[in-house]
Nanobody, 124 residues
Framework: QVQLVESGGGLVQAGGSLRLSCTAS????????MGWFRQAPGKEREFVAF????????YYQDSVKGRFTISRDNAKNLVYLQMNSLKPEDTAVYYC?????????????????WGQGTQVTVSS
């Protein structure tokens, strides 16, 4: 059974930092390109960041460029999202997702497995 589990969310003041982690089981983690998505209340889920299987290709949503960093450690079955200079508009549930095809996509329907999400709340 494939399972992705996010952690590291919480409440932080604007300007602060959080690091989200996502671990995977039930699959070979190195066979997953990984994405981070988020869903704010009343809004659709949106793409945040992507990292290829080997980590050589990385993409970000424009609004998080320069503030967020995606990385991965395949030996530990972990992908991270370091979030700095957080803003209230970053408040959302953050999800990690595995895409078995090693190709960049912002489309959530292109991802095969999802975590349950972790809440990030940024206060002003």
């Amino acid at each position: 059974q494939v399972q992705l589990v996010e952690s590291g969310g919480g409440l932080v003041q604007a300007g602060g930092s959080l690091r989200l982690s996502c671990t995977a089981s039930g699959l070979t983690f190195g066979n997953c390109a990984m994405g981070w998505f988020r869903q704010a209340p009343g809004k659709e889920r949106e793409f945040v960041a992507f990292i290829s299987k080997g980590g050589s290709s990385i993409y970000y949503q424009d609004s998080v460029k320069g503030r967020f960093t995606i990385s991965r450690d395949n030996a530990k079955n972990l992908v991270y999202l370091q979030m700095n200079s957080l803003k209230p508009e970053d408040t959302a549930v953050y999800y990690c997702a595995c895409r078995r095809i090693n190709q960049y996509s912002r489309d959530e329907t292109m991802y095969d497995y999802w975590g349950q999400g972790t809440q990030v709340t940024v206060s002003s």
